[in-house]
Structure formats: structure tokens, C-alpha cells
């Protein structure tokens, strides 16, 4: 009898401690990614000054955003070679905006001066430390 009381008592334990883990740290799923991209679009084609990312991923030089899924429809803007203060203004107005078209509750900014990518000839890379400009958290009016 002690030995069916302690395996459901694990039992148990280890469906909590899933809930737990999955509710604490949520994994990003389909519709993280799907409002990332939608936030994304409108962002890119608004600032309209953005390097084509084939080009960048190739060179790591250009400006360019890469856009990452965050839990709960959070997601964050990793933003390279826009170091003017204006044009960091303007790419944060238009996260603002398009926040409701996106169904995003925020997203965060992360502006950076320029990539620190090693590429060797095997194909490989290496990235290095890169200086932060800027953290700016998005949330809607």
C-alpha cells in the first residue's frame, strides 16, 4: 500500500513540476513566430532603409532586424547599424503602431552598432562581443 501512495505522490509531483517549468518558461510556439514575422513586416517596410537579410547573413554588414518569437506574443527586435537617434525614433514609432495589427503585447528593441561575425572558409562563423546602443521595451498606447 506504501509503495502505491509514494508512486502516485511522484506521479503527481512530476505533473506539477511540468506545469511548473511550462508555465514559468514558455516556449515560443506557432503563433509567437507568426506575430513576429507580422510585427516585423510593417516595421522593415516603414523604416524602409534596411539591408536584404541574403545580403547581410553573407557579409554581416548592413542594417538589418532580426526579428525573434518571445513567449505570450513578446517578441524582440535585434536591430544592427542604426546608430542615429531619429532613425532608432522612427523604428520605434512604427513597432508602436503596428503592435495591434501584429495582436503583439510588446516587443523589445535592441539596437546594437554593427555585427562582430568571424566568417572562416569552411564556411563556419564566429560571433563576437557587440556593443549594445540601446534596449527599448514596446508596449501599445
Known amino acids: 500500500m506504501v509503495k502505491y501512495v509514494i508512486r502516485g505522490v511522484a506521479v503527481v509531483g512530476a505533473c506539477v513540476l511540468s506545469f511548473l517549468l511550462w508555465t514559468a518558461f514558455h516556449i515560443p510556439d506557432f503563433r509567437d513566430v507568426d506575430i513576429a514575422n507580422a510585427l516585423a513586416a510593417p516595421v522593415i517596410a516603414s523604416y524602409g532603409q534596411f539591408h536584404p537579410r541574403v545580403e547581410v547573413d553573407k557579409t554581416s554588414q548592413g542594417k538589418v532586424l532580426y526579428a525573434h518569437p518571445g513567449s505570450g506574443g513578446k517578441p524582440t527586435f535585434v536591430i544592427y547599424e542604426v546608430t542615429d537617434a531619429s532613425e532608432r525614433a522612427r523604428i520605434v514609432s512604427a513597432t508602436r503602431q503596428a503592435l495591434g495589427q501584429a495582436h503583439a503585447a510588446s516587443a523589445t528593441l535592441k539596437f546594437y552598432e ?10 563556419g562563423m564566429r560571433r563576437g562581443p557587440e556593443q549594445l546602443i540601446e534596449t527599448v521595451t514596446v508596449k501599445p498606447d
Open 114 to 123: 554593427r555585427q562582430n561575425v568571424t566568417h572562416f572558409d569552411g564556411g
